[in-house]
């Protein structure tokens, strides 16, 4: 059960923080706490109340943190927009975003007011008499504290790379806020997850605090962005040997790999930080369920919205494994499409792919034939306009038909549902580790991290089967596979074959495993380092949606599109914020190259 304190989160904060009434504003006009509110909220329970609000910026109904669907799956190509619909929504698609677009100065606006909630909770802090506050419980507050502003940096760092970093001290009065963007921002959200690690407790009273491995696993992550291999190492088979979730759990991976998609099993062992989620708690309509998914899902019967994102044959076609060892196609997999998915009618004559395929695809993705969770049978009339978008659709984060009204909240125009997103899953260490023990030279060792990811894919226990009565889902399912599953472990390829054979298995079973979770932005990014790798991977499948797929097909915002090398892998700084950031006329932020 979710707990009580991200329940009311939204409520607190409109009701104890006068400082935090402004929430959709600029982030340049946000105000500090005023002194009225420190004399308010300087006790044991204000500080509380500041730090949940903090956590409650973790929020966002266009997926500002917990899932960039537009910002990452959509950008990445692993989903398609599919419509014409307007240059914001559709920039994400043709790579031709512009600094006036809101979308991008909504986003900025929401990192950064996380960022202030989070330096008022540590401006506050000193202000509470010792009597209310004991040592350890202000360092505990202390420290995540700038966990969370560890968090936002990073986020805002990853979006655009040039960004501001703001602390505690500056306080958005007297000209303080024209802070630049041209100091290198990765150390000093290095500092803030290091106190963290030092400082936090393993444990937490709650599911979605952050604890001391939590902090520690994405202080490897930001070493990861920066190529410190040899930093992030310990941390993670620390983090591997020794990681626990805030209730004290061992960290391991689920038995079956939808559970982590499952509001009914979330929050296990499996999950290093999430975002949590609740429906029907009184705050209107689903006001904190999971907002960022729900123009991702599919258009099921009996429910509202979605349907306005789909998934791309590239994305679908990764699934494929070697018939002989059941292993990924790195370099082969697009020679041919998953075949007969394609029908413009729930009629029109359909022959399933017969071809070996990883399992994780069918609780990834929606195809027709496949078992929808307890909906049915997925049909091509599931998708808004198949002509446009393909015929996949989203199914993580989906919800089963059994728990409608009870894990979902009717919104007026949709259904939402409660959801959490893992912002890191103890699956994405596992591949971190595997990545930099690659780079260390320990192919053996990254093999068996890997394995470790495949082993739990290749249990049937955790295989889509199918209906016992296809016309009637609610009597469950049989032992049968869905499909020709076939998944094998690596058994000694890494080190037969060299590190570019292993660096590029491990990239690849990064995209597998996490496909459509917001990270694979993000780590084309990464990988790309200047090397121009992103635009090359990102315009092959470009390449490939649009000449190498059903004639029917006709993805509209992909049409003559490419993705600029040096540019599009950032983006641009929102136009609001340089202007804000203007003295005597001239921006103090610089904006990013090539949207000049």
Known sequence: MKKIYFKVACAICLITMISFIACQKEFLEIQPIG???????????????????????????RGYLGYDWFFSDIASHEALWGFVWEPESDSFENHKGVPTYEIYNDKWSAFYYGVQRANDVLRLLPLVPAIELSENEALQIKAEAMFLRGIFHFYLVKTWLNVPYIDETVTFSAGNYYVPNTTPVWPKIEADFQFAAENLADTKPDAGRANKWAAKAFLAKTYMYQHKYADALPLLTDCVDNGV???????????????????????????????QYTVNDG??????????????????????????????????????????????????????????????????P???????????????????????????????????EQEQQGCYAYKKHFFYKADLDINTQNAGWTTVNNTNIDVMRFADVLLFAAECEVEAGSL???????NQVRSRAANPAGWQKTYVDDNDPSK?????????????????????????????????????ELALEGHRFGDLQRWDNGTGSMADELNAIIDHELNHTPATYYPPNLQGVVFTKGKNEIYPIPQKQMDLSAVNG???????????
């Open 476 to 512: 469950g399912f049989t032992g049968t596979p869905a499909a020709n599953y076939f998944i094998g472990l690596y058994t000694g390829q890494f080190t037969a074959n060299g590190q570019a054979y292993a660096r590029k298995a491990v990239h690849f079973e990064r995209r597998l």
């Open 245 to 275: 979730t805030p209730k004290g759990e061992k960290y391991t991976l689920y038995a079956n790999y939808f559970d982590n998609f499952d509001s009914n099993k979330e929050g296990g062992a499996e999950t290093v930080f999430s975002i």
């Open 35 to 61: 002194q009225l509110s420190e004399q308010i909220l300087a006790t044991k329970a204000g500080a509380n109340k500041l730090l949940i609000g903090a956590y409650a910026s973790l929020y966002g109904d």
């Open 586 to 596: 001239k921006s103090v932020l610089i904006q990013n190259p090539g949207y000049n």
């Open 350 to 384: 359909f022959t399933p792919y017969t071809g070996t395929l990883d399992p994780r695809l069918d609780h990834t993705v929606s195809r027709r034939g496949i078992p929808m969770l307890d909906w049915g049978l997925f049909g091509v009339y599931w998708i808004w």
């Open 444 to 450: 053996a060792k990254a093999e068996a991290y890997i």
């Open 283 to 348: 705050t209107g309509y689903g006001d904190n369920g999971n907002w960022p998914y729900v123009m991702a899902q599919p258009m099921v019967p009996e429910t509202a919205g979605g349907g306005c994102s789909a998934v791309t044959f590239d994305l679908v076609n990764t699934f494929k494994t070697d018939a002989v060892n059941g292993l990924p196609l790195f370099d082969t997999y697009n020679d041919f499409n998953i075949t007969n998915d394609m029908g413009l009618q729930a009629s029109d």
